[in-house]
């Protein structure tokens, strides 16, 4: 049985609800936090494109390196931190996670459907089962309204989602506002490389606050 060394980080969520985006900007804050950080994803993904990108442009920047799944047994140990985005809880892969992230589009409707979807739930606490049998450890589980539809900045998450959260044993994290940065993200500038002295010059405030945004949420995993 394999053992994972590296922190294993499970990405699910719908389809636009910014699987992606996150784990491009987590991947980044761990690497400028000193973490050896890998990222799995298929040679047709935006988020691959991005990266080679950012290393074809800027290629004095830190960049994470990119694992295909086929390497992942062979390589994922060399890392202190590997993210797979466009994983679910039944994805062979997930029984090693160490921080298993859903991904949660902030509307109503989604978090009603949310709460409502025993399935995921169930499926959830049997991968937790499965990981504290094999592996001796708890599942980090972190929900994450990710508020894609319009530009209201919120600090907190739903009380709702708040509530709920203690009867299923996950934590919610901190929500991720609206930012261009979250999503203009495909040369592969991100904004935490925004306060380097090389990108200094274009920082904004809008810079900024989504770097907090990804930075307070990483703490929050790792806390």
Known sequence: MFTPKAHIIIIDGKKDSGRNTLCFELALALLYSAQRTAIVTSSDSPLQQAIKERRKTMPELLTPAILNREDFFNEANKYNAVIIPHADANDELAIMASTYITMLPKEKSELKQFIKNNNYQTTLFELKKKIASNYGHSLN?????????????IEQPSAELETFSRLHGFKVAPP????????NNMNGISAQDKSLPLLKKHLTYEDICAKREVTRLAEFIFS
């Open 141 to 153: 589980w972190v929900v994450c309204e990710n508020n894609l539809k319009n530009n209201q900045i």
């Open 176 to 183: 991720l506002n609206l930012r261009n940065t979250y999503k």
